[in-house]
């Protein structure tokens, strides 16, 4: 919106870089042009204010498709005034001398006006396409029907408006009509989801049976490996065994040896002695040989071989010879 200064009878108008300023006094053009500052007086002058910035038009609007179902469609329109002296002409953008706002809504009709246009060719495109299409497709096409419909539009140019951009934002069926067609597709999501449960549960139990096998196998591993330190530790102990029996054994008959050793010494030992012993014993009874009884007796008793006599009896044969023999030495 402009801003307008009031003196007394004379005004101040300064414009926006980004609106058209037209100014006719009596009739004729005195100044016209973006970001215009100028003198008037209001009794003299016709001012018109056109935005020259690019603007944007929202769009909702229902259609039907081929198949007899109803479609919403949210689209914005981008639009900006390429002939401001032609618009003026052919819209009423004058604004009040004293207070710079429009006298008219030329705004709502260029929105009404674009509006209808995108409508028509809209619904024209969705009467050719079934809802599956509408919806699958239809952004796209209608992104390109509307734009090349309104650019090309003889109201829109000859009003000096051109078209920027269009902006299909969605195309909705009604909420019924679209969940029904969300269903395929959600079991669909469904089955892929059971799918991948499944599948994720039949590979948790390949991995625990992976596992249960892993650890079974260890354990006959650990097992085997137990067989065979016991095996190892009885070979162990067997050769442990022979070995001590045999050290024993030859412990045992290297004692047997000593003792046949030292029994053979004493028995050499003792048959020497003996032989000894019996050799003196025969030289000693070979020296007593030649002696008589008398003398032989009184060895004895000088040896004291004979025993001790605790008791001695003396009977008439006994004595008989001995005095027989001491009468016969005193003869």
Not at 172 to 188: F, G, I, N, S, W
């Amino acid at each position: 919106m402009a801003d307008i200064t009031r003196f007394r009878f004379i005004s101040h108008l300064r414009a926006n870089p980004t609106t058209h300023v037209r100014h006719l006094r009596n009739g004729k053009v005195a100044h016209d042009g973006a970001g215009q500052a100028f003198w008037f007086r209001a009794l003299n002058s016709s001012l018109s204010e056109i935005p020259i910035d690019d603007r944007e038009q929202p769009l909702l609007f229902h259609g039907r498709t081929q198949d007899f179902q109803d479609v919403a469609v949210q689209a914005t329109v981008t639009y900006r005034v390429v002939d401001p002296g032609l618009a003026a002409t052919r819209l009423d953008f004058g604004i009040d001398p004293d207070t710079g706002m429009w006298r008219a809504t030329p705004l709502e009709q260029l929105g009404g006006l674009l509006t209808e246009l995108a409508q028509q060719t809209a619904l024209d495109l969705l009467a050719r396409m079934t809802l599956t299409e509408a919806l699958s497709e239809g952004m796209t096409e209608l992104r390109r029907a509307c734009g090349t419909g309104l650019r090309e539009d003889q109201r829109l140019t000859g009003l000096g408006i051109g078209v920027e951009d269009v902006r299909v934002v969605a195309v909705r069926a009604e909420r019924d009509v679209e969940k029904a067609l969300q269903t395929p597709t959600r079991e669909m999501v469904q089955q892929a989801a059971d799918k991948a449960t499944y599948e994720r549960r039949a590979m948790a139990v390949e991995r625990e049976r992976s596992i249960a096998e892993n650890e079974l196998q260890n354990q006959i591993e650990l097992a085997r490996r137990e067989e065979q330190l016991v095996n190892q530790r009885g070979q162990n102990e067997r050769m442990r065994a022979t070995e001590a029996a045999a050290a024993g054994q030859i412990e045992t008959q290297a004692q047997a040896g000593r003792q046949r050793a030292l029994a053979e010494a004493e028995a050499d030992a003792k048959r020497v002695i003996g032989s000894a012993e019996a050799s003196a014993e025969k030289a000693l009874l070979e020296a007593y040989a030649g002696l008589d009884q008398a003398t032989i007796l009184a060895l004895a008793v000088k040896d004291g071989a004979l025993p001790e006599i605790g008791t001695l009896n003396l009977t008439p044969d006994l004595l008989t010879p001995l005095l027989a023999k001491l009468a016969g030495q005193a003869s």
